[in-house]
């Protein structure tokens, strides 16, 4: 079933009408005047002062003077590609997605990889997770799968995010150190939050330092939910896997790396693309049945949590291909707006407060972040199928919206959108039923914060082990205040004995007796 044409390059096709090729044109003003000097400002004489009459000079410089546009608050650091989508087969028992149903489409998409701590010209080499985030432009609208390279999160619950972020930056007094986790407030607030245990493990793994972005997997980390056309639920796990192969480099290689070419990833990226190597991804899904809820030991809610593939084997179920570099850097890398609210009709959210709280966070940070309510007008945001709604008017918008009423329902009409109804593809939420009360409380299904992190530790073979010790030592061996690296030990202590034991004594220090309490859970709650 598809709502609108085929996107055979839908989206280059889109592009296209804001694309500026300027080679061997006249240069002219943003009004249209040509000009006919533009390296000299406008004198009193030959060696006389500046006039504030030239309009050129000041168009000129005014443009240049606001150029720049914050970065993101997080993930600012990044690289994007186009590319296409094409799926195996169809997946109509699953979902009634119309991209994940035609194996003849090709869905365009736009991916952007990143880093997460550093600022936008810092290191692509640091020990950090990556994001993997997709925009498929579909005839549904834009689907968006926003992921890291990792299968887990360090928290539970949104609220903690700004917490977790204010202690990952560089210092707020003295803005050290960027783009590493090597520091007090970091470790301060990992050490006070035992849910972040798992997460710790990959972060000090290989993992944290890809080879290149062409080697990464992807993890939509949330437990989401496929919606079959005859309404039937399923929960999914999405991944990407790379063709090429998962690889890393090792700390002392990613040093040198980031003293000499701090752009390796982005470079090696570019330079595929442009080579005709283009990097291949498999589109994976962990498929659970909606009976399997309460089947595992863990809660599918709990973002620090994985569907281990030997429970749950990957299923793949179609290939990205990146095959185009962006023709501009802040139009299209800059400027791309991705969002885990942006789904279409076949795929539906979960319960996981970490998900829930992401739905209101990435559109409220982009209204800042890209100047007001227009940003989906920007070209990369735009999707391939026509937009018709009764918003209107604010800062920078685009579009000339005919006739007098943009309110619903109206009878002087003209000019209105129609609703689309359900049986005919319109977007309904999952009609999940929901009793309960209204309370700030962790259910105790989320209790349980060192067993996946056993777990991933124990899958390492020895020189990957050796380096999540090496990893830890280094990072710990920078936190000036000892009580933390004490305390830290005190959570390694509860993923490995060995783990601790060693990472101890590369510190110097002995294993605490006293094991932390997790901080983050009231201890008057009823957990039941
Ligand atoms: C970017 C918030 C968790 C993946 C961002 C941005 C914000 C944000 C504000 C900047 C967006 C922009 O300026 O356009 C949050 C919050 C989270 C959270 C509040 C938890 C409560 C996660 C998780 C993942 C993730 C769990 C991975 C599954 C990403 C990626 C980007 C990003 C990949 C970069 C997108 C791009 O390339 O433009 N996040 N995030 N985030 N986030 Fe999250």
């Given at each position: 079933?598809?709502?609108?044409?085929?996107?055979?390059?839908?989206?280059?096709?889109?592009?296209?009408?804001?694309?500026?090729?300027?080679?061997?044109?006249?240069?002219?003003?943003n009004?249209?005047?040509?000009?006919?000097?533009?390296?000299?400002?406008?004198?009193?004489?030959?060696?006389?002062?500046?006039?504030l009459?030239?309009?050129?000079?000041?168009?000129?410089m005014?443009?240049?003077?606001?150029?720049?546009?914050?970065?993101?608050?997080?993930?600012?650091?990044g690289?994007?590609?186009?590319?296409?989508?094409?799926?195996?087969?169809?997946?109509?028992?699953?979902?009634?997605?119309?991209?994940?149903?035609?194996?003849e489409?090709?869905?365009?998409?736009?991916?952007?990889?990143?880093?997460?701590?550093?600022?936008?010209?810092?290191?692509?080499?640091?020990?950090?997770?990556?994001?993997?985030?997709?925009?498929?432009?579909?005839?549904?609208?834009?689907?968006?799968?926003?992921?890291n390279?990792?299968?887990?999160?360090?928290?539970?619950?949104?609220?903690?995010?700004?917490?977790?972020?204010?202690?990952?930056?560089?210092e707020?007094?003295?803005?050290?150190?960027?783009?590493?986790?090597?520091?007090?407030?970091?470790?301060?607030?990992?050490?006070?939050?035992?849910?972040?245990?798992?997460?710790?493990?990959?972060?000090?793994?290989?993992?944290?330092?890809?080879?290149?972005?062409?080697?990464?997997?992807?993890?939509?980390?949330?437990?989401?939910?496929?919606?079959?056309?005859?309404?039937k639920?399923?929960f999914?796990?999405?991944?990407?896997?790379?063709?090429?192969?998962?690889?890393?480099?090792a700390?002392?290689?990613?040093?040198?790396?980031?003293?000499?070419?701090?752009?390796?990833?982005?470079?090696?990226?570019?330079?595929?693309?442009?080579?005709?190597?283009f990097?291949?991804?498999?589109?994976?899904?962990?498929?659970?049945?909606?009976?399997?809820?309460?089947?595992?030991?863990?809660?599918?809610?709990?973002?620090?949590?994985?569907v281990?593939?030997?429970?749950?084997?990957?299923?793949r179920?179609?290939?990205?291909?990146?095959?185009?570099?962006?023709?501009?850097?802040?139009?299209?890398?800059?400027?791309?707006?991705?969002?885990?609210?942006?789904?279409?009709?076949?795929?539906?959210?979960?319960?996981?407060?970490?998900?829930?709280?992401?739905?209101?966070?990435?559109?409220?940070?982009q209204?800042?972040?890209?100047?007001?309510?227009?940003?989906?007008?920007?070209?990369?945001?735009r999707?391939?199928?026509?937009?018709?709604?009764?918003?209107?008017?604010?800062?920078?918008?685009?579009?000339?919206?005919?006739?007098?009423?943009?309110?619903?329902?109206?009878?002087?009409?003209?000019?209105?959108?129609?609703?689309?109804?359900?049986?005919?593809?319109?977007?309904?939420?999952?009609?999940?039923?929901?009793?309960?009360?209204?309370?700030?409380?962790?259910n105790?299904?989320?209790?349980?914060?060192?067993?996946?992190?056993?777990?991933?530790?124990?899958?390492?073979?020895?020189?990957?082990?050796n380096?999540?010790?090496?990893?830890?030592?280094?990072?710990?061996?920078k936190?000036?205040?000892?009580?933390?690296?004490?305390?830290?030990?005190?959570?390694?202590?509860?993923?490995?004995?060995?783990?601790?034991?060693?990472?101890?004594?590369?510190?110097?220090l002995?294993?605490?007796?006293?094991?932390?309490?997790?901080?983050?859970?009231?201890?008057?709650?009823?957990p039941?």
């Amino acid at each position: 079933k598809q709502l609108a044409p085929q996107p055979e390059n839908a989206k280059t096709q889109n592009l296209a009408p804001h694309i500026a090729d300027a080679a061997g044109e006249q240069m002219n003003t943003n009004t249209g005047l040509p000009i006919n000097d533009d390296q000299n400002s406008l004198k009193a004489g030959d060696r006389g002062p500046s006039l504030l009459e030239d309009f050129l000079f000041r168009e000129k410089m005014t443009h240049f003077d606001h150029e720049r546009i914050p970065e993101r608050v997080v993930h600012a650091r990044g690289s994007g590609a186009h590319g296409i989508f094409k799926l195996y087969k169809p997946l109509a028992e699953y979902t009634k997605a119309a991209f994940l149903n035609d194996t003849e489409v090709e869905t365009p998409v736009f991916v952007r990889f990143s880093t997460v701590a550093g600022s936008r010209g810092s290191t692509d080499l640091a020990r950090d997770v990556r994001g993997f985030a997709t925009k498929f432009y579909t005839t549904e609208g834009n689907f968006d799968l926003v992921g890291n390279n990792m299968p887990v999160f360090f928290i539970q619950d949104a609220i903690k995010f700004p917490d977790l972020i204010h202690a990952v930056k560089p210092e707020p007094d003295n803005e050290i150190p960027q783009a590493a986790s090597a520091h007090d407030t970091f470790w301060d607030f990992i050490s006070l939050m035992p849910e972040s245990a798992h997460m710790i493990m990959w972060a000090m793994s290989d993992r944290a330092i890809p080879r290149s972005y062409r080697m990464m997997e992807g993890f939509g980390v949330h437990t989401f939910r496929l919606i079959n056309a005859e309404g039937k639920a399923s929960f999914v796990k999405f991944h990407w896997k790379p063709l090429l192969g998962v690889h890393s480099v090792a700390w002392d290689e990613a040093q040198n790396i980031s003293g000499k070419d701090p752009d390796f990833h982005r470079r090696d990226l570019w330079d595929a693309i442009e080579s005709g190597n283009f990097p291949e991804y498999e589109l994976g899904l962990q498929i659970i049945p909606e009976e399997d809820e309460f089947k595992y030991d863990f809660d599918l809610l709990d973002s620090t949590k994985l569907v281990p593939e030997e429970l749950v084997p990957v299923e793949r179920v179609g290939k990205l291909t990146l095959n185009r570099n962006p023709d501009n850097f802040f139009a299209e890398t800059e400027q791309i707006a991705y969002h885990i609210g942006h789904v279409v009709p076949g795929i539906d959210f979960t319960n996981d407060p970490l998900l829930q709280g992401r739905l209101f966070s990435y559109t409220d940070t982009q209204l800042t972040r890209l100047g007001g309510p227009n940003f989906q007008e920007i070209p990369i945001n735009r999707p391939i199928v026509p937009v018709h709604n009764n918003q209107r008017d604010g800062f920078m918008r685009q579009t000339i919206n005919r006739g007098k009423t943009s309110y619903n329902p109206n009878s002087l009409g003209g000019n209105d959108p129609q609703q689309v109804k359900e049986s005919a593809g319109g977007f309904v939420s999952y009609r999940e039923r929901i009793e309960a009360r209204k309370e700030r409380l962790r259910n105790k299904s989320f209790f349980d914060h060192f067993s996946q992190a056993r777990l991933f530790f124990n899958s390492q073979s020895d020189p990957e082990k050796n380096h999540i010790v090496d990893a830890l030592t280094f990072e710990l061996g920078k936190v000036k205040t000892i009580a933390i690296r004490e305390r830290m030990l005190g959570i390694l202590v509860q993923i490995d004995k060995g783990l601790a034991t060693q990472v101890a004594y590369g510190l110097g220090l002995h294993l605490p007796e006293v094991l932390p309490t997790n901080q983050s859970i009231p201890a008057d709650g009823d957990p039941a």
